[in-house]
């Protein structure tokens, strides 16, 4: 009695397996798209919200803000170069922005992914091709960095767009996705 009972068991799971391999489970053609290698699986790919977006934001100001007391500031010590100014045009600010726009920009080249975004598992991805060109990387980190700043709500859209995409993402059709490690 009790080898049949395991007998019905092994039946039961062996059915149970091939329902299961028969429910499509497996891909077919149609759920693939050619137009872009991050598009292979839709199901695979997360895009990065709102939240997981801003503390890598943060981490990275802080990355920069060590570059800049670490270098910068010494360095402008040194050269005799006035730290207290504060406006838009003094030699620190222009300092600070240069140094700024350098790392996202090189990061994002070189990495497709700055120091907060590795840490949070996280990359920047065109939605179109396989490889971010330099005019993408520079539209989206100077120019549409620019745009979502002083329009405050081109940040806030990643919280409800379905890409999670701000407004500097909208313009150069990228994406930010979590990283499957």
């Known amino acids: ?25 497996v891909p077919n053609e149609e759920q693939f798209s050619t137009t872009s290698t991050y598009d292979l699986d839709k199901n ?22 060590s570059i800049e007391r670490l270098i910068v500031k010494p360095l402008f010590r040194m050269l005799e170069i006035p730290l207290l100014e504060f406006n838009m045009f003094a030699p620190i600010s222009i300092a600070s922005a240069i140094i700024f726009y350098l790392y996202f920009v090189l990061m994002t080249k070189y990495f497709n992914q700055t120091l907060g975004k590795m840490v949070f598992g996280i990359r920047v991805i065109d ?9 993408t990387i520079l539209f989206r980190e100077w120019i549409g960095r620019f745009i979502s700043a002083t329009v405050v709500v081109g940040y806030i859209l990643v919280a409800f767009l379905p890409k999670k995409q701000g407004l500097h993402d909208l313009f150069t059709d990228t994406s930010v996705v979590h990283v499957e490690r």
């Open 127 to 135: 939605l179109k091709s396989e490889k971010l060109s330099w005019g």
């Open 1 to 25: 009695m009790e080898n049949e009972n395991q007998k019905s068991l092994t039946q039961s799971e062996e059915t149970i397996g091939t329902t299961i391999a028969e429910e499509n489970l």
């Open 44 to 65: 695979s790919i997360r895009y990065a919200g709102f939240w997981m977006r801003f503390w890598a934001y943060l981490l990275d100001l802080i990355v920069i803000g």
